[in-house]
């Protein structure tokens, strides 16, 4: 993971979701899964770098954060 961004986010992830509950399982793909969604809200590194607005990089944040709930509140759903 050689993009500073990633791992910012990727940080940023893990700070908030230190309880959610698809990264409390001893799932050894987390990491994997958190890239995978960073991958699809930042396709390209240097755009949000570029863009000097920590709004818009926020507003990023937020739709990474929706998505995550999405897939777990979806994940409940189909275990009941």
Do not use: C, W, Y
């Not at 993971?1 to 990264?23: A, C």
């Not at 969604?37 to 863009?51: D, M, S, W, Y």
């Amino acid at each position: 993971m050689s993009n500073l961004l990633n791992q910012t986010v990727l940080n940023e992830l893990r700070t908030k979701f230190r309880k959610h509950p698809i990264l409390t399982s001893n799932d050894s793909n987390i990491e994997n899964f958190l890239l995978s969604i960073i991958n699809n809200h930042f396709p390209k590194g240097n755009e949000l770098k570029a863009t000097k607005s920590k709004d818009i990089f926020n507003l990023e944040f937020q739709k990474v954060f929706k998505e995550l709930d999405n897939i777990v509140n979806t994940k409940k759903k189909a275990a009941k």
